[in-house]
């Protein structure tokens, strides 16, 4: 290890690793690149059921008592004479809630980026535990399968809200749903075991198996962001897990855990959700945020501005995100004092998300910007997730949460979020890793096109909803147009549904990329975004094992515009000039690779 | 077409309207520096032949700044909204001389518990309207709250009002009505598949129109 080391360790097919059949490299696969592209086809065909629930909700929110076009397809206990029965209503907004956020969001964020980029950019060979790494795979697919099924049982989907709030989702006479509600029960504590399984893995990997010279501060934000991730879903997830079995219980031994006849506590289940649920609206951004940080630096040719107050953000935010659970709960009837403490806490979370985009705009500032689709989109989560970050504040001052608790203001919110930070980080990172996982390159010309639009019809779609939440439209309801409060507003909804098909649509240019580009794209040069990451050492796509041998770290993920670059503007963390000594390198805990 | 918060109700209506505003100023500055700052960047920096990028690692100083002028904002925000919230929510805050009014929420519907001629709940000549809340202006009203079966929130837009309805729990939410006329009770808490058409109406007299209207009632008549 100490001998020669080159400025490009050759990747190559690993001695270990012989010819596989077609089952063991696609399918039963414990290559964490090839995982995490399973996971990446699995929960984009989520993200598109997420997609058409929610363009039922916008059809019946716009066009209430209108027939769903197509809607004849639907069985009757869907729809009537082609229009959405509220019993469908409240299924649609259900389920668009649970698969966006468990089986699209956050498997495409944390399954598929964990699982290919940790590896590659702590330049080690694969996960620490591989074999457990395919069965978090398969568990989340089980799970997902398990919540699909909802559908296909009598009765139909779950139907307490993504929340599931007891005492509706524990009564099946309340929610007239009987075998999906316990149907979501099982798959979250599948889901549950499946995201354990994975976290446990990125957290020992990131720990032990870090490349000599890869010091914790030489690692990219993205690795730093997925670590916190790995570490916050590793203690929310078995807080939900362990309220799903006592709402399961409740469903199906005849506990009373939430039903207050019995002795129980509503609130319970509200407190255990969001103590798990607000982490993981973090697990839904921090890895979002991490891969934006080395797409911008990247894409302005500068180091990243504060790389270390960048960590602690990430650290702040994710520490913060574990006392503000009650801040979901303000109008819950918990003790108002209890409110006043969350919402000094939740309010405090806007510093640390504050660093983090005024560094964003630092890096941007006096750079070399180049504009290819990773970077627009890059740009786009900034600007977008700005807007949900400061949307945040009206609700985090407890007073002016009263009018706007539970109302479309905000679904806003988090869609400003979920939408325009997640999913934007998500087309910044699929383009730019994509060439890493299939050889080449997405189209940019298609790409810029669907970003432009995408942008456009997203703002069409979520700002509007602001104001129809002010003016007081609650959520989830069926027919906003009953109420006289509510009434002068339904243009706006009507101009909502519009877009939000508008945005719906513009999706398929997306799939269309994806899907073309795996066959006809362009093949990629071994580093096509000019990048310093050490996955770019490595020809395209990285063969199983990664590098014949364990490659050196000479420096940061960041140096762009370095003066020792020479006439380039990047310095790749893998080439050692002159001037550079190897690293010792760290011993391997027993049974390394 | 409305582009702000309802028409003002109640007396809860003045300091959230105004605390909206702020912070919808305080916001409003801080998306113009970012996006601006955004746009400006993007225009100002873009690749051309011949540039290179600053190479710098960041500015302590500048961190500093970023850092300070959020925390003490959100840290006053917190001080000023705490106030009002302790006034409309806390319990000590309902004043001693509220008229006490019972609503039950069940699925789908507001059953509203009217103390009667002797305005004392848990009397004998206490009656029950369904999807009704009658109330008097200007008067200090508190709404025991409790649910039937499931969680629902009472929600009075107008008033700026809201709380959830939990059943095992007794909540006691409090308001001043300082508009006569009519305006809706919404449920804002998920309850079923009539949650949609949970509403009530509420209706805001005079005095002496509500003390006629509660005679009539006591007297078993109908509106």
Do not use: C
């Given at each position: 290890m100490t001998s020669?080391?080159?400025?490009?360790?050759?990747?190559?097919?690993?001695?270990?690793?012989?010819?596989?059949?077609?089952?063991?490299?696609?399918i039963f696969s414990t290559d964490h690149k090839i995982i995490g592209i399973q996971f990446l086809f699995?929960?984009?065909?989520?993200?598109?059921?997420?997609?058409?629930?929610?363009m039922q909700i916008r059809w019946q929110l716009g066009f209430p008592g209108k027939p769903l076009p197509g809607g004849g397809i639907l069985p009757e206990s869907m729809v009537s004479g082609g229009v959405i029965l509220p019993e469908y209503y409240i299924q649609l907004v259900t389920m668009h809630?649970?698969?966006?956020?468990?089986?699209?969001?956050?498997p495409l964020l944390v399954g598929v980026y964990a699982n290919f980029l940790i590896p590659l950019k702590?330049?080690?060979?694969?996960?620490?535990?591989p074999r457990i790494n395919m069965w978090s795979f398969w568990l989340a697919l089980l799970a997902g399968a398990i919540m699909l099924a909802g559908f296909f049982v009598p009765d139909g989907a779950p139907r307490a809200g993504w929340t599931m709030y007891a005492p509706l989702s524990a009564r099946p006479d309340l929610s007239g749903a009987t075998i999906s509600q316990k149907l979501w029960s099982i798959s979250i504590v599948v889901l549950g075991l499946s995201s354990v399984m994975g976290s446990v893995n990125y957290i020992t990997t990131i720990i032990n198996h870090r490349a000599p010279g890869m010091h914790w501060f030489r690692m990219?934000?993205?690795?730093?962001?997925?670590?916190?991730?790995?570490?916050?879903?590793?203690?929310?997830?078995?807080?939900?897990?362990?309220?799903?079995?006592?709402?399961?219980?409740?469903?199906?031994l005849g506990t009373h855990f939430f039903d207050p006849g019995a002795g129980g506590q509503p609130l319970l289940?509200?407190?255990?959700?969001?103590?798990?649920?607000?982490?993981?609206?973090?697990?839904?951004?921090l890895p979002a945020m991490g891969m934006v940080s080395d797409i911008i630096a990247n894409g302005s040719r500068k180091p990243i501005f504060g790389y270390h107050s960048m960590v602690f953000a990430i650290i702040g935010i994710a520490f913060l995100g574990w006392i503000v659970w009650g801040h979901h709960m303000f109008m819950s009837g918990m003790n108002p004092t209890l409110g006043s403490t969350f919402m000094v806490s939740t309010l405090l979370i806007a510093v640390p998300s504050a660093i983090?985009?005024?560094?964003?705009?630092?890096?941007?500032?006096?750079?070399?910007?180049?504009?290819?689709?990773?970077?627009?989109?890059?740009?786009?989560?900034?600007?977008?997730?700005?807007?949900?970050?400061?949307?945040?504040?009206?609700?985090?001052?407890?007073?002016?949460?009263?009018?706007?608790?539970?109302?479309?203001f905000i679904v806003a919110h988090l869609h400003y979020v979920l939408f325009g930070g997640s999913l934007f980080a998500l087309f910044a990172a699929i383009p730019y890793w994509y060439p890493k996982m299939f050889g080449r390159m997405m189209s940019e010309r298609i790409g810029k096109l669907h970003f432009f639009l995408t942008f456009i019809f997203y703002n069409m779609t979520f700002f509007p909803m602001h104001i129809i939440g002010m003016g007081g439209q609650m959520r989830r309801i069926y027919d906003p147009t009953i109420y006289d409060f509510l009434k002068p507003q339904q243009p706006l909804n009507v101009f909502i549904s519009y877009s939000a098909f508008a945005l719906f649509a513009v999706q398929f240019l997306f799939a269309f990329n994806f899907l073309w580009s795996l066959k006809f794209g362009k093949k990629a040069p071994q580093n096509p975004w000019e990048d310093n990451g050490m996955e770019w050492s490595l020809p395209n796509p990285a063969p199983h094992g990664n590098w014949d041998r364990t490659p050196n770290v000479y420096r940061g993920p960041y140096e762009f515009s370095a003066p020792e670059a020479g006439d380039k503007d990047y310095l790749p963390q893998y080439v050692k000039l002159p001037t550079d000594r190897d690293p010792v390198p760290a011993p391997l805990p027993a049974g390394g690779h | 077409m409305r582009w702000w918060l309802p028409d003002a109700g109640s007396t809860f209506a003045g300091p959230i309207d105004t605390l909206f505003l702020a912070i919808l100023i305080i916001t409003g500055i801080a998306l113009v520096i970012v996006e601006v700052g955004l746009v400006t960047f993007v225009i100002r920096y873009r690749a051309r032949p011949g540039r290179k990028a600053f190479y710098t690692h960041g500015s302590t100083r500048a961190e500093v700044i970023w850092t300070a002028i959020p925390a003490v904002t959100m840290v006053a925000l917190g001080l000023i909204s705490n106030h009002y919230w302790v006034l409309m929510k806390d319990k000590k805050s309902i004043p001693p001389n509220a008229y006490h009014l019972g609503v039950h929420a069940k699925q789908f519907e507001w059953q509203v518990t009217y103390p009667g001629p002797d305005d004392k709940l848990g009397t004998a000549d206490d009656f029950t309207v369904r999807n009704q809340l009658h109330v008097i202006v200007n008067q200090p009203t508190a709404v025991e709250l409790s649910s039937e079966d499931v969680i629902h929130s009472?929600?009075?837009?107008?008033?700026?009002v809201k709380q959830d309805a939990v059943p095992g729990m007794h909540i006691t939410a409090w308001f001043q009505a300082t508009k006569t006329g009519e305006f809706e009770i919404g449920c804002a808490e998920l309850c079923g598949m009539g949650h949609y058409k949970m509403r009530g109406r509420v209706f805001v007299h005079t005095p002496d129109e509500y003390k006629a209207w509660i005679a009539q009632q006591a007297a078993g008549g109908t509106e």
């Open positions: 020669v080391a080159h400025a490009k360790p050759a990747g190559g097919a690993h001695d270990a690793h012989a010819p596989m059949s077609f089952w063991r490299k696609y699995v929960s984009l065909f989520f993200l598109l059921v997420g997609g058409l629930l929610a809630g649970t698969f966006m956020v468990f089986f699209a969001i956050m702590i330049g080690t060979h694969d996960m620490a535990f990219p934000l993205s690795v730093w962001a997925l670590f916190i991730t790995a570490i916050l879903a590793v203690l929310a997830l078995p807080v939900l897990q362990g309220a799903a079995i006592m709402l399961l219980f409740d469903q199906t289940w509200q407190h255990l959700f969001w103590f798990f649920g607000h982490p993981e609206v973090y697990i839904l951004i983090k985009v005024f560094n964003w705009m630092g890096t941007m500032w006096r750079g070399n910007l180049r504009f290819h689709v990773p970077m627009l989109n890059a740009i786009g989560f900034v600007s977008m997730f700005t807007i949900g970050g400061l949307s945040g504040i009206f609700m985090a001052a407890t007073p002016v949460d009263i009018p706007l608790h539970d109302t479309q | 009472f929600f009075v837009p107008e008033w700026r």
